[in-house]
């Protein structure tokens, strides 16, 4: 894959200048997964797909190349007991990736006696989370039967070359125009800052000093296989789904927690909802591995007295309007705009600080056919955990038998007591939903 990165990829590449955005998932295992299978899957898999072989060239335009990329490292990490991997997933987190040495994938197994996890890490520059599940459901699928055979997908290009066209959209800003405004608009950021710079040297104000990217938490929170179950049917009896009801009790949890629930009569909540596109794309994506999701934010109102399963529903249209023609449609025109200014979306702005009381990701990956039994080894359960910039916290969602709730967080914006709150106050809003007793915040919703 030979390359200049697009827009979003530019995006993400920005951003992770603020905050390690290293897309991580996991499944838990009983029993033990052979290094040496591992290792000539990874090879495997990697040579699989193009985007996997790859590092980023740092120019006035960054491109990706292959030139020089390895095999995707596996460390071997000594388990210790049930809870280490907690530590594992942490370190991942925080662990940014030598972009320009690559490739930008890497994986970790937490190995026991009895008992083992394993990790893929990706970089956001170069792969949403969907993107990264596949990559691990193919390890473990050639672990489980080597002679598998994978067949090659040529590159796939990006999501910004494949949105789909007709009545709502008007064709792709040529490529002669893009870039017309760059210089201009490059030259006034600059502009802005050195003012700004100067301001401050005038009224004598120190310079800010560098500060390194801040750390990366969450918190694991678990519903039991029966809860999960029972949650499962309450949403299709709603005629709902488990997203919609996840963004209202997050909401409200958050406004609950974070006390705009007091201070406001109905709080604006913030939801960024990562919606995969692959098979709205032309032509389809399939699974290939890359960016093939956008995430739009929708608004959230959660209020005393409200009907749970009315906003669960509201939250639920909103998903839908997302995946229409004429919102991919508009999707393309914002590419086009700033494509045209040659400038990314970097997300320093505080936008999301001014529009909504909170702002949250709930990222539900949902179901995949991840094997259930790799040889001897049975799959418990796997995980999803994330961050990005300017939101309070990312809901990573995965589902086998039971719901895996791991909320991802920066200490800076939100601390680890709050958080913890928002997980068990989701928890007594989802146990009411299933017909349990309110508790908690839950008693402000109203169930029917």
């Given amino acids: 894959m030979h390359r200049a990165l697009t827009t979003i990829e530019r995006s993400f590449l920005a951003m992770a200048e603020r905050m390690v955005m290293n897309p991580v998932v996991m499944v838990r295992c009983r029993g033990t997964l052979p290094p040496d299978a591992l290792r000539s899957a990874i090879e495997r898999v990697q040579a699989r797909h193009d985007a996997l072989r790859v590092r980023i060239v740092r120019d006035a335009s960054p491109w990706f190349s292959p030139r020089g990329v390895g ?89 910004d070359e494949r949105l789909p066209g007709g009545v709502f959209d008007l064709g792709r800003v040529p490529r002669a125009l893009r870039g017309i405004m760059g210089d201009r608009s490059r030259w006034l950021t600059q502009a802005r800052a050195a003012y700004r710079d100067e301001r401050r040297r005038l009224q004598g104000v120190p310079p800010p000093p560098a500060t390194a990217r801040p750390r990366i938490d ?113 999707l393309r025109r914002v590419i086009d705009a700033v494509e045209m200014l040659d400038l990314p979306l970097d997300g320093s702005s505080r936008w999301p600080h001014a529009m909504f009381d909170a702002s949250m990701v709930v990222s539900n990956l949902g179901r995949i056919e991840i094997p259930r039994r790799v040889s001897a080894t049975e799959i418990r359960s796997f995980g999803f955990f994330a961050m990005i910039p300017n939101v309070d916290f990312v809901l990573g969602v995965q589902t086998l038998d039971q719901l895996e709730l791991d909320f991802s967080y920066c200490p800076e914006r939100i601390d680890a007591a709050a958080v913890k709150r928002i997980a068990v106050e989701v928890e007594a809003i989802l146990d009411a939903a299933i017909g349990g007793t309110p508790r908690g915040c839950a008693r402000q919703l109203g169930f029917r």
């Fill in 71 to 159: 095999v995707a490292p596996l460390r071997i990490v000594n388990r210790r007991d049930e809870h280490h991997w907690q530590q594992v997933v942490r370190e991942e987190l925080n662990d940014p990736f030598d972009v320009e040495r690559g490739p930008l994938v890497r994986f970790v197994l937490v190995q026991g006696a009895d008992a083992c996890e394993l990790l893929c890490v990706t970089d956001h520059v170069n792969a949403d989370g969907r993107s990264g599940l596949f990559v691990l459901r193919d390890v473990l699928r050639l672990v489980d039967d080597p002679s598998r055979r994978l067949v090659p997908l040529p590159d796939a290009g990006c999501l």
């Fill in 218 to 330: 969450f918190v694991h929170h678990p519903l039991d296989p029966e809860r999960t179950r029972a949650l499962v049917q309450a949403c299709r009896a709603h005629d709902n789904t488990v997203q919609g009801a996840l963004t209202i009790a997050c909401a409200h949890a958050l406004a609950h927690v974070r006390g705009h629930l007091v201070r406001r009569r109905r709080p604006k909540i913030g939801r960024i909802s990562p919606i995969d596109i692959r098979s709205a794309l032309e032509p389809s994506v399939g699974e290939h591995f890359g960016i093939f999701a956008w995430a739009p934010t929708s608004v959230h109102r959660p209020h005393v007295g409200a009907d749970f399963w009315d906003l669960a529903s509201a939250a639920r249209a909103s998903l839908a309007r997302a995946r229409r023609p004429w919102a991919l449609a508009g």
